[in-house]
């Protein structure tokens, strides 16, 4: 009667060790996949923290008699980051000098001189397709700064 016994037995240990590991295995998997992931994104948001800087150095340092700006484009070898400039606000409509250089569609006139010179504009980061890279990045941010 013992002799009949481990022989299931063993087969029901070895199928039970099989389940376990294959499980362990899964959970691993998936531990992996979510630290990349996460690894990227903030790699993804440290890019859009340097893209809004760049932009706001970009507007600063504009000439607006040329005209405004309307769009700016950042890459990286991850990442393309496309920023929209949406509107500026001026006071009553015009430039500090009194001109209004910019298309009047991205003129927003304001009524008190304290709020002059802010900028609305969104930026979207998106990653680039490598074979490193499990699930695509795609972060939007919109920002009111004033210059």
Same mark, same amino acid.
């Given at each position: ?14 199928? $039970?060790?099989?389940? $376990?590991?294959?499980?362990? !295995?899964? $959970? ?11 690894? =990227? ?6 890019? !859009? ?9 970009? !507007?600063?340092? =504009? ?8 769009? !700016?484009? #950042? ?25 209004? =250089? ?40 919109? #920002?009111?700064?004033?210059?």
């Amino acid at each position: 009667m013992r002799k009949g016994f481990n022989l299931p037995f063993t087969i029901f240990l070895i199928v $039970v060790a099989g389940l $376990v590991a294959s499980l362990w !295995l899964k $959970v691993l998997k998936v531990s992996l996949v979510t630290t990349v992931d996460t690894y =990227h994104k903030k790699q993804a948001l440290l890019f !859009l923290k340097s893209s809004f800087q760049h932009t706001i150095f970009k !507007l600063q340092t =504009h000439n607006r008699q040329n005209g405004c700006l309307k769009n !700016l484009t #950042f890459t990286s070898k991850k990442f393309t980051a496309q920023v929209e400039i949406k509107r500026y606000y001026f006071f009553n409509g015009v430039d500090n000098d009194g001109m209004q =250089h910019c298309e009047p569609k991205l003129v927003k006139a304001i009524k008190t001189p304290q709020s002059n010179g802010y900028v609305l504009f969104k930026i979207v980061v998106t990653s680039k397709e490598t074979p490193k890279t499990l699930t695509p990045i795609r972060i939007t941010r919109t #920002f009111l700064e004033r210059l």
